[in-house]
DNA sequence: GTCTATATGATGATAGAC
DNA sequence: GTCTATCATCATATAGAC
């Protein structure tokens, strides 16, 4: 009796697996409790054992899409150090992630438009509160004379948006599969953040 | 018979004008044919009389909310002179648009989520095409060390993210209502393109 | 061109057997 | 804990009267 049956404890965490990519791909609104419950293997029924409706589940697939992604983000900026080397690491450790794990940017982007503000609001509170002070804490130290939270801002979107709009600029001329590498992306923002457009080129330095 | 009734002709403009708040706030799939009869003052089948079926009204809703809106964003970036003027008047100009219009702005989010990629596609092709390439081909000609798209990509997030992540921003500690300023905004940017965080304060110049 | 009425199916959620 | 069966409601879309 001192072993449980591993399999038991599982089933909860199986449905938030198994449904974190559903919803990263067609949202809230487009994912069915039949679509979750035939991604696991059950009938939609069993999914009220585990969760008390749709909203609930969703939120608990969030959180734990996010859980141990946004933690060791955080500790990157927390480290001592050289401000220039601590920013570069974490755009870097950044564009890693969002290139490895798409869901994890979908998800995010989801969020910021969904238009249920107290869901919205349990959001922000799991998920982004503590990055985006840990990141505009940091700001302050990196720029003293900017607007913290505005650099907060254009650092993320810097990282952010060449891969939120990949699924676009594949139609787009001039686009190539070498222009979505994690580590030339940081490298381009570390160096239009440190020098901006003036500074040496980054194809010839 | 010369003078035709005013009325009669704008029926499918006034659905389209409807719409669009609507697809803006919830997306494609959480707007159904019954909420935008109900905005318009009509009963659903009077819908598919001006359109085949949900998605082309969808698709024209788009469409109808970016003509006149790109154009002129495009132009700022055509025309002659000093390069950093023209760029610092089209990030202006922009972030003065969707301060103003956030229901445009949105709709780009949905479009960049959208998981159909035959609809995504024709999003793309009437309504980002034109004004990206415009952007990238001034990229180049502002500074012809860089990778031109990707330049363009950072142009366009450092604009829009502001924006973007107002809605969760709100919840955040540091943020203030002066920080939606869309030409403090377009300072801020500039100055970062110019010279990155090493330049001159722009908050104590 | 808009209406009423309806076909047809998907949706979130629940009751009760096992 | 999961199943079958089902409810009530909502969805897109159509047919045909006016």
Redesign the interface.
Known sequence: MAEKAPKKKKMREEVLERSVPLFA???F??VSMRDIAAAVGVTPAALYHHFSDKEQLYLDAVGYAFEEKVGPLKTLLDGGGNPWERIEAFITRLANLLAAERDFL?LM?????D?DERR??SL??CV??DL??AL?DFAAE??P???????A??I???V???F??Q???R??????HQ?EDPEA?AR??VG?????????????P
Chains 1, 2 share one sequence.
Do not use: C, K, M
């Open positions: 791909t067609v949202g609104d487009g979908r982007q989801w969020v910021l438009l238009s919205q609001r922000v509170d982004f509160r985006f002070n505009r990196l720029a004379g900017h607007d913290a939270h505005r650099l801002v254009s993320i979107g810097l952010l948006y060449p939120e709009t699924s676009v600029r139609f787009l001329p001039g686009y190539t222009q992306i381009h923002i239009l953040l440190r020098n901006g457009l003036g500074g040496i080129n980054e194809e010839n």
